[in-house]
């Protein structure tokens, strides 16, 4: 179904670090798909110690590489527009730590 637009921006989000990065968007009615996502990314990184990269954090960029670095969404009557199931998540690999993000809005106000 396509919409008519009237506030033509958008936000695009930047993360900063190597192994943070960007939001993703996908299903939040059910926790289960994060769950679900979490043991995928654990499975696609297996044993970290087969890597070269010595500091044991091998995954985290290998992760960070096929997820990416930024998001950018449009913005709609003042609001993110997100499908109705979708919600934004940070994806933090190599953490907890205390990261920063950079957040622009792009576009005219109307």
Same mark, same amino acid.
């Given at each position: ?54 500091? $044991?954090?091998?995954? =985290?960029?290998? @992760?960070?590489?096929?997820? +990416? #670095? ?12 997100? $499908?109705?199931?979708? =919600?934004?998540? @940070?994806?933090?690999?190599? +953490? #907890? ?14």
């Amino acid at each position: 179904m396509l919409q008519t637009v009237h506030d033509p921006r958008m936000l695009h989000e930047f993360s900063v670090r190597t192994k943070q990065q960007r939001d993703f968007i996908d299903v939040n009615a059910d926790p289960a798909v994060v769950a679900d996502l979490l043991r995928a990314y654990a499975e696609m990184v297996g044993d970290e110690t087969r890597f070269k990269h010595a500091e $044991g954090n091998s995954g =985290a960029h290998a @992760l960070t590489s096929l997820v +990416g #670095p930024s998001v950018t969404l449009p913005i709609h009557d003042g609001r993110l527009s997100l $499908g109705r199931w979708q =919600a934004i998540y @940070l994806c933090e690999f190599d +953490g #907890p730590r205390e990261r920063s993000l950079q957040v622009q809005v792009l576009g005219a106000l109307s």
